[in-house]
Structures are given as C-alpha cells and as structure tokens.
C-alpha cells in the first residue's frame, strides 16, 4: 500500500514536471521567435538607412559632377583650360 501511494506520487511529480519543462520550452520558443522579428526589422531599417544614404550620396555625385562640368566649361570658355 505504501509502495503504492509513493509509486503514484512519483508519477504525479514526473508528469508536473514534464508539463512544467513542456511550459519552459514553449516559453523559450515563443521569446526566440520575438527576438528573431526584433532582429529581422532592426535589419530591414539598417538595410533601408544605407539605401538612403547611397542615394544621397549619388546625388552629391551628380550634382558635383555638373558643377565641376559647368567650371570646367567656363575655364575653356575663357582660355584657361587646364591640361
């Protein structure tokens, strides 16, 4: 009789404790895929920022292509063109 009541309660305990454990790793799966998310749109702004600033910086390009075109035009207009 007491090796049965120690037997169940055993049992008992094991089962609280794999449902305890099943808990733990639901937990630690639902919080890593949080982190995954948070991870993943930290990325897509940093991907969106370096775009933005490539864009940027081609249109500095450009505008101090033209610029220096336009200098570079006004010196052969007047004699002073650089070889």
Known sequence: ??????DQKLLEKERLYRE?????????????????????????????????????????IGESMRFFGNCQNTLVFCGWESN
């Open 20 to 60: 305890e454990l099943v808990k733990l790793q639901t937990n630690s799966d639902r919080d890593m895929l949080e982190l995954r998310r948070k991870l993943d749109r930290m990325d897509l702004r940093y991907q969106e920022q370096i775009e933005k600033k490539q864009e940027e910086h081609e249109t500095e």
């Open 1 to 6: 009789m007491q090796l049965e009541t120690l």
